[in-house]
């Protein structure tokens, strides 16, 4: 059976939000380099729109992490399967994901690279479930705070779907 996508944040509110998470990075963090961490897969659209508009000095690394698999649902295990490429001591790093849902992910990697000390560490998220939280997460940006409703799009996916979609929508039925 063919899934129903419903718009739930357009392509252009997506677009014009990020504009504007990207002209406060350039604000706080002027005359430093600013080292974005992707989480992948899921924040990769995110991360590119973000970085494209940054307009400070910019530097970009990638880690695998998953607490989902291939479900909708958590199974709360949360598995490093690819490390950062670079040392981030004395770096100011923000991690990029794409949504912060339970806060498992994130405090696990706040916890594994504040350990590397690095100059400065903060989480900005593309999307951000509050209802969903059991971990609570010290968020310095988020794009929007989205309802408890498994959303899609904009590099987040359904069994690795959707990804590509150019808006955030929600999977009717
Ligand atoms: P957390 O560890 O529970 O906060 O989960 C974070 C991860 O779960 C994100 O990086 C997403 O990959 C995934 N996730 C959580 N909610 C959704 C959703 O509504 N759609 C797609 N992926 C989601
Ligand atoms: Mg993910």
């Known amino acids: 059976m063919k899934e129903q996508i419903s718009v739930l944040i357009s392509k252009d509110e997506v677009e014009e939000r990020i504009a504007q998470m990207a002209e406060e990075i350039d604000k706080?963090?002027?005359g430093k380099?600013?080292?974005l961490v992707g989480?992948?897969?899921g924040s990769v659209f995110f991360l590119c729109e973000l970085a494209k508009r940054i307009t400070i000095p910019v530097t970009m690394d990638f880690m695998s992490v998953s607490s989902y698999?291939?479900?909708?649902?958590s199974s709360g295990v949360v598995?490093?399967?690819k490390d950062l490429d670079e040392n981030i001591e004395g770096r100011d790093v923000i991690i990029v994901?794409?949504?912060?849902?339970s806060g498992r992910t994130?405090?696990?990697l706040v916890e594994a690279l504040s350990a590397r000390k690095p100059e400065s560490l903060k989480i900005?998220?593309?999307l951000d479930k509050p209802e969903r939280r059991v971990i609570p997460v010290d968020l310095y940006m988020t794009g929007f705070q989205v309802p408890d409703r498994f959303v899609v799009g904009y590099g987040l996916d359904c069994a690795q779907k959707y990804r590509n979609l150019p808006y955030i929508g929600v999977i009717e039925g």
């Open 39 to 41: 989480i992948l897969k």
């Open 79 to 81: 598995k490093l399967s």
């Open 97 to 101: 994901e794409d949504i912060l849902d």
């Open 69 to 73: 698999g291939d479900k909708t649902v």
């Open 106 to 108: 994130l405090s696990y």
């Open 124 to 126: 900005i998220t593309l």
């Open 28 to 30: 706080a963090y002027a």
């Open 33 to 35: 380099t600013v080292h």
